[in-house]
């Protein structure tokens, strides 16, 4: 069964886009793709309601009661653990075009409305009392400290670059992305999806590597290997990627040959966004 | 070697914003790509319901606007939706022996104890009114408490503040598409970005905000 293109769903939902009859057939019979849509149409309708809803914090004197009528210790309130951390933003986007990146005001603090702000909240390190006083100095350092970064710093660092992933002859209908995040701490990850085509899954089907590769072909790196249809991989630090633009997914014989077998599957190339 | 010779596949245009449409035949399985809880969320979740006292003032910094505000576009008081507040992180302490971390994120969790404590409060008025009807003496005339939209206000005070939260171009993109109702091309237009770009932004936004705006309603007291 061929089911409707994520993207073309969300378009679907946004009301971007008008069903047309395969659309309404395949959402008769398929459950997952009625579901789906259903989900992020009402997603949208919230969204779309949700306009005007401006955050509003409680008064500072919410928490001292909270704080009182639990009997917390004298040293526990909100901000208090906190670090504000600058990230050491080297990204690609400010390489290639010089493009100053966005700041934005730090969060309100508990006493102002939290207003929509234009730009991205910084990122924070939070970091327990008892263990702030160990890790001073171990800023940067891994684990141990580091106690809550900024929800999406954990889970995805900024996005700087992304690539849709082409296919090549021998590999039609194959497809997928590659979006480049970079964390505050300056880490960068290639997050790559591929269609569920050139995951077979079959026992006997090829490994398949994830290459950077350089625009003017003098050199490659092999970033990991792909299982499934997505993976997530670390780019060495030392890798400039408006030099190594291209993301490459071959399929590779289990033969220890850790050369690019010259398959692949789709390639792109690296857009700074 | 193949990468001198064979830059981008061949008959692709890399300039090419759009990518090419879906050859008949092929087959696609959905991806979850959004993780539900990330994973400091589940860091701080865990620590809170361990009795951490410094996650509870963690989970007050990040969820507290959010409470304080459904609570104040519920009940239209600010006295009131300082009380409500003052409760939802007070029973959450207290009960959160009962915090299932695999069940709810902590803040579908608190908007859920928000919703009883709204509720309570919408009853408390109805309750005085009633009481001061009957000293003066009037027919009584029982009012319901005017509970109906909570879980709506709650949707949208939720998704305010998961918009707020997204990344800042993928927030950019999402305003532009519910707030001013511009449509794909416009918005890479404004934006400056392919039409491609915005249209994945919007895929995955959407389905990072559907993950992320689930509330556990099940009663949190005993």
Not at chain 2, 68 to 76: E, M, Q, W
Not at chain 2, 111 to 121: E, K, L, N, S, T
Not at chain 2, 164 to 182: C, G, N, S, T
Request: aromatic fraction near 4%; include cysteine; glycine fraction near 8%.
């Amino acid at each position: 069964m061929n089911h409707i293109d994520p993207e073309d769903l969300a378009a679907l939902a946004m009301g971007e886009r008008e069903s047309d009859a395969a659309d309404e057939a395949h959402l008769a019979e398929c459950d997952a793709c009625a579901a789906e849509l259903d989900e992020l149409t009402r997603t949208v309708e919230l969204g779309r309601a949700s306009r005007g809803t401006e955050l509003v914090a409680p008064p500072a004197e919410v928490w001292s009661r909270i704080h009182s009528e639990l009997g917390l210790s004298g040293d526990v309130s909100p901000g208090a653990a906190v670090l504000a951390a600058e990230p050491a933003r080297e990204s690609v986007a400010e390489a290639a075009t010089g493009a100053v990146p966005e700041t934005a005001p730090e969060v309100a603090p508990a006493l102002a409305p939290v207003r929509s702000l234009p730009g991205p909240r910084r990122p924070r390190f939070w970091i327990p009392l008892a263990a702030a006083a160990l890790v001073v100095g171990l800023i940067g350092g891994v684990g141990a400290g580091v106690w809550w970064e900024s929800a999406r710093q954990a889970e995805a660092g900024s996005t700087v670059a992304e690539a849709n992933l082409e296919p090549f002859p021998e590999w039609p209908g194959a497809r997928g992305s590659a979006v480049v995040e970079q964390r505050a701490d300056g880490t960068r990850q290639v997050v790559v999806d591929v269609d569920s085509v050139v995951d077979s899954g079959s026992p006997d089907a090829p490994l398949r590597e994830v290459w950077l590769i350089r625009t003017d072909g003098t050199g490659l790196i092999s970033i990991g290997f792909l299982d499934g249809t997505s993976g997530r991989f670390d780019i060495p630090s030392g890798i400039d990627l408006v030099q190594y633009a291209l993301v490459d997914v071959s399929a590779e014989a289990d033969n220890g040959d850790p050369a690019h077998s010259g398959d692949s599957i789709v390639r792109g190339e690296l857009r700074v966004i | 070697m193949l990468f001198n010779t064979v830059k981008m596949p061949p008959g692709v245009d890399p300039d090419q914003a759009q990518p090419v449409r879906d050859d008949a035949g092929r087959s696609r399985r959905f991806r979850t790509d959004v993780p539900d809880t990330t994973t400091d969320e589940q860091t701080v979740a865990d620590a809170f319901r361990a009795g951490d006292e410094n996650a509870l003032a963690e989970a007050y910094t990040r969820w507290s606007p959010l409470i304080h505000t459904l609570a104040l576009r519920s009940l239209g008081d600010a006295h009131e939706a300082e009380d409500v507040t003052q409760k939802v992180f007070v029973s959450a302490w207290r009960s959160r022996g009962r915090y299932d971390p695999s069940r709810a994120r902590l803040g579908g969790w608190l908007v859920g104890i928000a919703r009883h404590c709204i509720a309570d409060a919408h009853e408390a008025r109805a309750r005085r009114r009633r009481t001061e009807e009957a000293y003066a003496a009037e027919a009584s005339t029982v009012v319901a408490a005017d509970t109906a939209d909570v879980a709506g206000v709650a949707d949208r005070v939720m998704m305010a503040d998961e918009l707020e939260r997204l990344e800042p171009i993928p927030q950019k993109v999402m305003k532009l598409a519910f707030y001013d109702d511009l449509t794909h091309a416009q918005i890479a237009d404004t934006l400056g970005l392919p039409l491609g770009t915005v249209k994945s932004h919007i895929r995955r936004s959407l389905v990072r905000l559907r993950t992320r705006l689930e509330v556990n309603d099940e009663p949190y007291r005993s």
